[in-house]
């Protein structure tokens, strides 16, 4: 008896899963109602804030939903704009001071909003090691992406590497469309200068990075 009754409540779920799926809405009311989530959690934000919940083009094309892949085109079409968003520092540095660049990778002050003001507290950071390795002495680092210790060590600082490592953290998605990585340039979370000083960060002999 006891096995018939739970034969009976695995066909009722069995039933009540495919009648959900029957219910469930499309991709874009999905979509949709997720933007609208996320704007209706702060209210009395300042407009520029709230702009940054709803998608631009190329993200709506790397959210598809149900595991699509991208298309060859979509993804050429995701590095033509991520190339086009590129600007360099005045005076074309890219690599600048590796001590300041190390203040900005493990910091992650961004702006504060309070009643509806941005309240520029302090100088923003980078929060790199949220997501990367960077000095090998540091043990409280995330690993979304890829460890960087020794990058600049293996790879050397020529010219062509300078320009790839800033040109990746200015807009990640011109080498790798649709990473996780934040396209922290292009989104205006930090400055061509600021960017210099974490490249140098990554390349410089002299940084932690690099240390033997
Ligand atoms: C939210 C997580 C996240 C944050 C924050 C982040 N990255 Fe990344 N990063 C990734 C991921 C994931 C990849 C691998 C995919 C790709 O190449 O875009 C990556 C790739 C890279 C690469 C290319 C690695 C290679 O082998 O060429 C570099 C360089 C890099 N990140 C540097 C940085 C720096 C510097 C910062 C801070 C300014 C930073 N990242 C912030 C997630 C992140």
């Not at 996320?38 to 940054?52: E, N």
């Not at 979304?144 to 300078?162: C, E, F, K």
């Amino acid at each position: 008896m006891k096995r018939f009754q739970l034969k009976l409540a695995v066909a009722a779920a069995a039933l009540a899963a495919v009648l959900g799926c029957a219910s469930f809405p499309s991709a874009d009311e999905t979509r949709a109602l997720g933007e609208q989530m996320v704007a209706d959690a702060y209210p009395g934000m300042p407009a520029a804030l709230t702009a940054r919940a709803v998608q631009d083009a190329d993200q709506k094309i790397c959210s598809k939903l149900g595991g699509e892949k991208l298309t060859s085109i979509e993804a050429g079409r995701i590095v033509d704009a991520a190339r086009a968003t590129m600007k360099y520092p005045p005076g074309g540095k890219l690599a600048g001071d590796w001590k300041a660049g190390e203040r900005l990778v493990s910091d992650g002050a961004g702006l504060r909003v309070r009643e509806g003001r941005v309240e520029p507290v302090k100088q923003n950071g980078a929060l790199c090691i949220n997501c990367h390795a960077l000095d090998p002495r540091e043990v409280n680092s995330g690993n979304l992406g890829p460890a960087l210790v020794g990058y600049g060590a293996q790879r050397g600082n020529s010219d062509a590497v300078v320009k790839y490592t800033y040109e990746k953290i200015y807009n990640a998605w011109a080498y790798y469309p649709c990473s996780n990585m934040p396209r922290l340039g292009a989104h205006g979370f930090l400055t061509p200068e600021q960017i210099a000083d974490v490249v140098a960060y990554l390349v410089a002999p002299q940084s932690p990075v690099n240390r033997k």
